[in-house]
């Protein structure tokens, strides 16, 4: 009995300490690589712009963005928005109304009657754009006056093919999405200074119409695979903390763990199809993808089986008195998702994305999930 229960006590500890390397080593990387600022050769430029806007009901806060866009500091002469809408609201009226009797920007509202999902509306927006750059975002969200300039000054290096904002601020008072991406953003910063980042952000991120690569239409995360597309075509993908937006962190839980997961299940089939990139590309082939294959694919896997074994080595040294091993994983979930843990909050930040992913790739491995987003309204709130 001894002798399994120090078996089983290596293999927890053995099996923790694996998982942590490749943490471990990002965090040693940040000690040494300057990740200030964007790593592009960033100069003054003036493009004519698509801002392209997906739609689906959005009508009680459409206009809202739309103001929000025509406060941006660009000028409206080189812009045009294309809304590409699939809404059975009275989404279309409002964006008509808006734009009626003004002279800029220029208006292209793409309507489709069937709801196909995002990639395929974005494909065809994308395609019918007619301006050098392009700029994706979302109705819940809202830019910086100057996101417009920051994007074109990244794109007039040659070298970058896509470049990508920083959520500056978390509206609604989610710690442990706040957490979350404070987190992802010195990940996002790092990968950037190396080569290029994985994670693209649908609120805000741009690319020359040249560049352009249509997206699967089942891709259930369009704004990372169409950045992965562009890396894949010899260009460089970044994020520049200066192209600034905020996004609602507010949501129940059940809610906000369906988007978490859903967003969960794109991030690994994207990293799945794109197997044949590891060891290329330069960094972002021999660094960047390992690692979130590690932290995406291989790690929630470990942590579960640790969780297992520390389980069964407690019920083998106390007998039913060790099923206080997932008793405490459950109260440390709780406390987390309750913003109760202090100083280790950040800790549940990664503890949460982990779940998500464990509960994506089985749920991949049972073949669900579709390219259409479930509205979720509690978090629109904030742009009403």
Partial sequence: MRARLRRLLAATFGLLSLTGVPYLVYLALLRVVDTSGSPARKSPDEPTVSIVLPTYNEASIIEAKLEDILALDYPMEKVEVVVADASDDDTPAVVRDFFAGRDAPELTLLHDDERRGVAPALNEAFAAASNELLFRTDADSKLAPDVLRQAAANLSDPTIGAVTGQQSEVLGDSEVESDYRGILTKIQGLESHLDSTFIFHGPCFAFRAEDFVPISDDSLADDTELALRIRRAGKRVVMDPAMAFTES????????????????????????????????????????????????????????????????????????????????????????????????????????????????????????????????????????
Wanted: no cysteine; proline share 4%.
């Fill in 249 to 384: 962190g507010v949501s129940e839980f059940s809610k906000r763990r369906q988007r978490k997961d859903r967003r969960a299940m794109g991030l690994l089939k994207l990293l799945v199809q794109n197997r044949d990139m590891l060891g290329r590309y330069g960094f972002y082939g021999t660094v960047v993808l390992p690692f979130n294959w590690w932290f995406m694919v291989v790690s929630p896997w470990l942590l579960a089986a640790t969780v297992a074994l520390a389980t069964a080595a407690g019920v083998l040294l106390a007998g039913p008195l060790g099923l206080a091993v997932p008793g405490v994983v459950a109260a440390f979930a709780w406390a987390g998702q309750s913003e109760r843990l202090g100083p280790l909050q950040p800790l549940y930040a990664v503890f949460d994305s982990q779940v998500s992913l464990l509960v994506a790739a089985v749920e991949l491995l049972r073949d669900e999930g579709d390219g259409t987003w479930e509205l979720d309204r509690e978090s629109r709130e904030y742009f009403e």
